[in-house]
């Protein structure tokens, strides 16, 4: 079958850095996308990795390895709005979104 | 993202109720997505239309009736729903539909069946 694995809860200091881990088993690789999803709000793109390595985009980074289905995503100079779920999700062979539960990330002054 | 909205926001709805949600995306995207979010579990994709075919329908029980008018509306028909139905229901729209491209989401609908 196909699996997403993320942690289901982290907790972080503001101003610290923060990995979040996503671990994928899936029938063939088509990109992995990383979401940001506040409380009650649509979850909203962060990052997309289809070849190995990292991308950044400001405090935010994502890494990939696709021989390990491996990724994490990487915030920096953590902000108290940074609180949220970081959805992690693959497309497999069939162009299909398989999505991970969900990382719930609290911030702490 | 503002790009896709939904209504009604909230709806608490008895077993015997027929209702509808509404989805509607101001992006000109050609493909639209009907998603059950469930507390602490992966989003679970219900329906897939493709310039307004539906080209996936992932074994979801008939209460659930899609109808895609047009590539910028979804709506997701209601009918004798059951209490485990409750969840978030969220839309989304992308562009072409297929391959690498992403998906933006609307704020949802929490729906509570009694």
């Known amino acids: ?109 | 993202e503002t790009g896709v909205t939904q209504t009604p926001r909230h709806l608490v709805m008895g077993m015997t109720n027929k209702k509808s949600l509404k989805c509607e995306q101001h992006l000109g995207h050609n493909a639209m997505y009907w998603y059950k979010q469930s507390a602490k579990k992966p989003l679970e994709l219900m329906f897939v239309y493709n310039f307004k075919e539906q080209t996936e329908n992932n074994s979801v029980p008939s209460r659930f009736s899609p109808e895609c008018p047009n590539s910028s509306h979804l709506f997701l028909h209601l009918h004798t729903l059951q209490p485990e139905d409750s969840a978030l229901y969220l839309c989304a729209s992308s562009p072409a539909g297929g391959e690498t491209d992403t998906q933006y989401f609307g704020p949802g609908t929490r729906l509570t069946v009694l």
């Open chain 1, 1 to 109: 079958g196909q699996n997403i694995d993320q942690p289901t809860e982290m907790t972080a200091t503001e101003g610290a850095i923060v990995q979040i881990n996503c671990t994928y088993q899936t029938s063939g690789f088509n990109g992995l996308f990383w979401y940001q999803q506040h409380a009650g709000e649509a979850p909203t793109f962060l990052s997309y990795n289809v070849l190995d390595g990292l991308e950044e985009k400001g405090r935010f980074s994502s890494f990939l390895s696709r021989s390990k289905g491996y990724s994490y995503l990487l915030l920096k100079e953590l902000q108290m709005k940074d609180s949220a779920s970081y959805l992690c999700a693959v497309k497999d062979s069939n162009y299909q979104l398989i999505w991970g539960a969900g990382t719930k990330l609290i911030i702490k002054p």
